[in-house]
């Protein structure tokens, strides 16, 4: 009889795990995938291409710059600009943190403009709506303040 519900509870959890599937709805998945759109929103900055914003920003987007201003899709929109000609703007992004629950996730991650150049660090929050993943919030932080505040031992 132990033997049957041992085999009993075995089958049932692998029909679990196969109904389930591999990665489906996994931390992991979902990582990949907020990474990719977070890569695809630097990208279009660097180029100063919207496409990318246009399909992934949430319409309610609220957008902290790292001047402290919050802008909505529509003023982020109105500044947005392409390099000008003769300049790049090579943009290098490092993932810092991903945290995920139901249709919530969090990414933290740095930019650094061409070596040398400025450092940031943004802070993502994406919501799933109608099946896609969806930029609704955003704030920039320059990272030279932090380590001017680290140089004079100030808290940050």
């Known amino acids: 009889m132990r033997t049957k519900l041992v085999a009993w509870s075995l089958g049932i959890a692998s ?8 990665g489906v709805g996994s931390s992991s998945a979902r990582e990949a995938e907020v990474e990719s759109i977070a890569r695809r929103l630097v990208a279009g900055i660097g180029k100063g291409d919207w496409t ?3 399909r992934d920003a949430s319409d309610d987007l609220l957008y902290t710059t ?4 919050t802008l909505t899709k529509g003023d982020l929109r109105g500044i947005f600009r392409p390099p000008l000609p003769g300049q790049s703007r090579g943009l290098a992004m490092s993932v810092v943190a991903f945290r995920s629950q139901g249709d919530g996730a969090v990414l933290v991650y740095e930019i650094q403009e061409a070596p040398g150049g400025e450092r940031y660090r943004v802070t993502d929050t994406y919501w799933r709506q109608g099946g896609r993943w ?3 919030a955003a704030s920039v932080t320059d990272r030279a303040d932090w380590e ?3 140089s004079t031992g100030a808290d940050r």
Do not use: K, M, Y
Not at 15 to 22: E, F, R, S, V
Not at 66 to 69: A, I
């Open 66 to 69: 790292e001047c402290g201003r």
């Open 52 to 54: 990318d914003w246009e």
């Open 148 to 150: 001017a505040d680290a």
């Open 15 to 22: 029909l679990i795990l196969a109904l389930a599937g591999p």
């Open 134 to 136: 969806r930029l609704v």
